[in-house]
Nanobody, 128 residues
Framework: QVPLVESGGGLVQSGGSLRLSCAAS????????MGWFRQAPGKERDFVVAVSNNGNSAYYADSVKARFTISRHDAKNTVYLQMNSLKPEDTAVYFCAAHLRPYPSDYAPTTESAYDYWGQGTQVTVSS
């Protein structure tokens, strides 16, 4: 098990910024590719962004490119999601997820089913 705890969500005005954090405990963080997904009310959970376990590659959904940035700090067992220029359509519960890789690589999954562990989510609400 890799317990994941998200934080940093909240209410922000359109155009504002938030930084989400996802902290892992219990295991070494570095073998895991990390992803963020989000689920808006009444909708399915969608991919947002993922970062490889070596930190060299990141993959973004088109809807967040140039606005969101993922980063990881392995010494702190934490992955961050910096969200800028937020829009009302970014309103959702944001989940982080961990995908175990057997060796360092540039790969990070963009599909929900590939992830092994999930956090409980943090609410982000963007007002217009």
């Amino acid at each position: 098990q890799v317990p994941l705890v998200e934080s940093g969500g909240g209410l922000v005005q359109s155009g504002g910024s938030l930084r989400l954090s996802c902290a892992a405990s219990g295991r070494t963080f570095s073998p895991y590719a990390m992803g963020w997904f989000r689920q808006a009310p009444g909708k399915e959970r969608d991919f947002v962004v993922a970062v490889s376990n070596n930190g060299n590659s990141a993959y973004y959904a088109d809807s967040v490119k140039a606005r969101f940035t993922i980063s990881r700090h392995d010494a702190k067992n934490t992955v961050y999601l910096q969200m800028n220029s937020l829009k009302p359509e970014d309103t959702a519960v944001y989940f982080c997820a961990a995908h175990l890789r057997p060796y360092p690589s540039d790969y990070a999954p963009t599909t929900e089913s590939a992830y092994d562990y999930w956090g409980q989510g943090t609410q982000v609400t963007v007002s217009s």
